[in-house]
Every structure is written in structure tokens, then in C-alpha cells.
């Protein structure tokens, strides 16, 4: 059975949203070569409809300048959960609707393939940590406060509760922790 593997950057604050006005200064070779080596251990990506847009948005233009990361972005099989969006225009995309989610993304998990990657923690992250259906969550803590009261909700921990147990952790020398957990047994 293939793993979900959820993906995220956070602050020392807890946020999540805009990562790329905080994280740029610490992605460096470390960083680089283990989210190449995440990405390339997987064999699909799963995600909400905002994570879907601006990867949509971004990744096609980005192929050049990224080499086999960009390729790999952009041909993976993608999976979005939206129930709004109609015509999905980035490569091999599925749109599975909201109510369906959970029994799609079980479905998709007994697949045989590789893992499937997921990046940002929201709405669809939710769905599968109350659902039994993630498998992991790589925090990647970066030694920064960003402060920003976020309106949209893009903090990593409100209105939501879950418990996790450590299963590894791996320190770059700029001082970015990834943070690997599982969760935890009932």
C-alpha cells in the first residue's frame, strides 16, 4: 500500500501561508537535496484547489530553470480536491470532489505505485488525518518568526487537533529542522 506523505514548511510561530516570502534564504544545497530525493521517492501528488493554483501557475514556467525537479512537477500524475474546479489545465490532473475524498484517496492508496507527496497543510490534510489516510507529516521548522496575523487561516494549528508521534528528524546546518511524525496509535 503506498503512503501519503504530507510536506509543509512552518515557522517558529506556526505559519504556514506565503512561504515563499520566508523560506528562500534557508533553501540551500541540504534543503534542495532532500526535497529533490522526497520528490523523486514519490509517484503522485495530492491537492486542495488553492495549493493546485499556484503550482499551476507557477511550475510550467519554472521547468527551465529547475531541470528534472520542474520536469518532475509537472508530469507527475496530480490529484486536486476541488469541487469548483471544472477544467484542469496542468498535465495529468484528476479533480476528486469533496464528498468523494476520502473513499477516492483510500482507493488511491491501494494502488500500487509509489508514495504519494502532498505539500501545505490544509482543508485536505484534514480530511485525511481524521479519515486514518496520512501516513506522514514532514514539518519542515524554519528558525524564523514570520508574524503575520494571518486572516486566510494559514497557521498550521488552528481550529484543529490531532496527536502525532516522532518518527525521525533531520537538522541542516542553516538550522531548518524537518520533523517526521506518524500518527499516533489509538
Known amino acids: ?86 477544467k484542469p489545465g496542468w498535465g495529468d490532473t484528476t479533480v476528486i470532489r469533496r464528498a468523494d475524498a476520502p473513499g477516492e484517496i483510500a482507493k488511491l492508496k491501494e494502488q500500487d505505485g509509489r508514495d504519494i507527496l502532498q505539500y501545505g497543510f490544509g482543508p485536505v490534510s484534514r480530511t485525511l488525518v481524521e479519515h486514518g489516510l496520512l501516513d506522514e507529516l514532514r514539518l519542515w521548522i524554519h528558525p524564523v518568526l514570520v508574524g503575520e496575523d494571518d486572516p486566510e487561516g494559514l497557521l498550521l494549528l488552528r481550529g484543529f487537533s490531532a496527536s502525532f508521534e516522532l518518527a525521525d528528524t533531520r537538522t541542516f546546518k542553516n538550522g531548518v529542522i524537518i520533523a517526521t511524525y506518524r500518527p499516533a496509535a489509538k
Open 1 to 86: 500500500m503506498r503512503k501519503i506523505i504530507n510536506s509543509t514548511y512552518v515557522s517558529l510561530d506556526g505559519v504556514i501561508g506565503n512561504p515563499q516570502n520566508w523560506t528562500s534564504a534557508y533553501f540551500q544545497d541540504e534543503a534542495a537535496a532532500y526535497a529533490q530525493e522526497l520528490l523523486f521517492s514519490c509517484g503522485a501528488l495530492l491537492m486542495g484547489r488553492r495549493t493546485y493554483d499556484g503550482f499551476a501557475q507557477a511550475w510550467p514556467a519554472m521547468e527551465e530553470a529547475t531541470g528534472e525537479f520542474g520536469v518532475r512537477m509537472n508530469t507527475y500524475p496530480h490529484y486536486v480536491v476541488s469541487d469548483t474546479l471544472e
